[in-house]
C-alpha cells in the first residue's frame, strides 16, 4: 500500500474527493442566481476558441465505476460508505451505474490535440463535462439540461445546442470552484479504480497537481488563492473539505489512486501547518 505522512495529505486540491459537476452550495449559503443573458452556445463558442472543436459527449463512451464490498460486486446502491470498498464523495457513496469518460482534444483539422482532455461525469440521469488545457490551466465546466439526452447530445455546430445545455449562468450558480478549488479535477477512491484505456499505465482522471488553473467564462469564479507558504502549500494548492460528504478528505490514503476510505495515518507532523488552511478556508465563509 501506498502511504505518505497524513501532514502532507489534508487539504489538497489534487487529493479531492470525486470528478463532478454537481452543486457545492450549502442550503444556508446559497449564492443569488445572476444571469448574464448568454446562452449554452456562447458560452460553448468561448471555450472551442480556447480547446478547438468539441468532441461528441455521450455517457455511451464512459466507463462504468466499479461498485464491490470485499471484492465482489455490489447490486444494492446505499447511502451508507461503509457498504463499498471505493465510496463516491458526493451523494450516494455506494452506486452501481456512475460512470467516467475522457476525450483528447481536438485541432480544427479532426486531429488529436494532446494538450486538451475532456473528462464526462455521468451519473443519475445527468452529463457534466469538464475541459482542461494542460498548458495554461484553462478549464470550462460544461452541463446537459434536466431533459437532455445524454447519450446524443449535440455538438456547438448542430440545431438543439441551446436547448440541450445548461447556459454558463446555470452552470456557474452551482459555484464549482467551490469543490474543485485547487485542480479541475478531483480524485476519490471510485473514480481512481479506473485507468486510461489509451494509456493503462495512467488514471483515467488526470493528476493536475500544481499545474496553472483558471476557469473560462465571465460568469464563473477563479479557483481560491491564498499567500500561505508553509510545508503544505510548497507542493499543494489548499482544498477546504466543507462539501465532501461522505468523508473527511483528510482521512484518505494519498497520493492517488487511493487504498481505500478509512486505512490512514495518524500521523501529527506540520499540525500547525494544517491547521493554518484550516483557519484560511474558515475565512472564505463556503
Request: hydrophobic share 35%; net charge negative; glycine share 2%.
Given at each position: 500500500m501506498i502511504r505518505i505522512n497524513f501532514a502532507l495529505v489534508v487539504l489538497f486540491g489534487i487529493l479531492s474527493a470525486g470528478l463532478l459537476l454537481e452543486s457545492c452550495n450549502k442550503n444556508d449559503n446559497v449564492e443569488p442566481f445572476n444571469d448574464s443573458g448568454r446562452t449554452a452556445l456562447d458560452y460553448a463558442q468561448e471555450c472551442e476558441a480556447i480547446f478547438g472543436p468539441f468532441p461528441r459527449f455521450s455517457c455511451e463512451d464512459a466507463i462504468t465505476v466499479p461498485a464491490t464490498k470485499n471484492g465482489v460486486p455490489i447490486t444494492n446502491e446505499s447511502w451508507d460508505p461503509n457498504d463499498c470498498d471505493c465510496p463516491m464523495a458526493f451523494g450516494k457513496p455506494c452506486e452501481t451505474d456512475y460512470r467516467v469518460g475522457r476525450y483528447t482534444g481536438l485541432n480544427s483539422d479532426g486531429t488529436e490535440n494532446s494538450d486538451v482532455v475532456w473528462l464526462t461525469n455521468c451519473r443519475d440521469g445527468g452529463l457534466g463535462v469538464i475541459g482542461y488545457k494542460f498548458s495554461t490551466g484553462e478549464t470550462c465546466f460544461l452541463s446537459i439540461a434536466d431533459n437532455g439526452d445524454p447519450n446524443n447530445a449535440p455538438q456547438p455546430n448542430e440545431n438543439g445546442y441551446n436547448d440541450t445545455w445548461q447556459t454558463?449562468?446555470?452552470?456557474?450558480?452551482?459555484?464549482?470552484?467551490?469543490?474543485?478549488?485547487?485542480?479541475?479535477?478531483?480524485?476519490?477512491?471510485?473514480?481512481?479504480?479506473?485507468?486510461?484505456?489509451?494509456?493503462?499505465?495512467?488514471?483515467?482522471?488526470?493528476?493536475?497537481?500544481?499545474?496553472?488553473?483558471?476557469?473560462?467564462?465571465?460568469?464563473?469564479?477563479?479557483?481560491?488563492?491564498?499567500?500561505?507558504?508553509?510545508?503544505?502549500?510548497?507542493?499543494?494548492?489548499?482544498?477546504?473539505?466543507?462539501?465532501?460528504?461522505?468523508?473527511?478528505?483528510?482521512?484518505?490514503?494519498?497520493?492517488?489512486?487511493?487504498?481505500?476510505?478509512?486505512?490512514?495515518?495518524?500521523?501529527?507532523?506540520?499540525?500547525a501547518d494544517r491547521q493554518a488552511i484550516r483557519d484560511w478556508c474558515n475565512t472564505l465563509e463556503l
Open positions: 454558463p449562468s446555470i452552470v456557474s450558480a452551482d459555484n464549482c470552484v467551490n469543490c474543485h478549488m485547487a485542480s479541475p479535477f478531483i480524485h476519490t477512491p471510485a473514480v481512481d479504480q479506473l485507468m486510461n484505456p489509451f494509456n493503462p499505465s495512467e488514471l483515467l482522471v488526470p493528476i493536475t497537481g500544481y499545474e496553472p488553473y483558471s476557469v473560462v467564462g465571465a460568469e464563473f469564479k477563479q479557483p481560491f488563492t491564498t499567500n500561505i507558504q508553509n510545508s503544505c502549500t510548497s507542493c499543494h494548492r489548499p482544498q477546504c473539505t466543507e462539501f465532501f460528504q461522505n468523508y473527511p478528505l483528510d482521512e484518505l490514503v494519498m497520493p492517488a489512486p487511493f487504498q481505500n476510505a478509512t486505512d490512514f495515518d495518524h500521523s501529527n507532523i506540520s499540525d
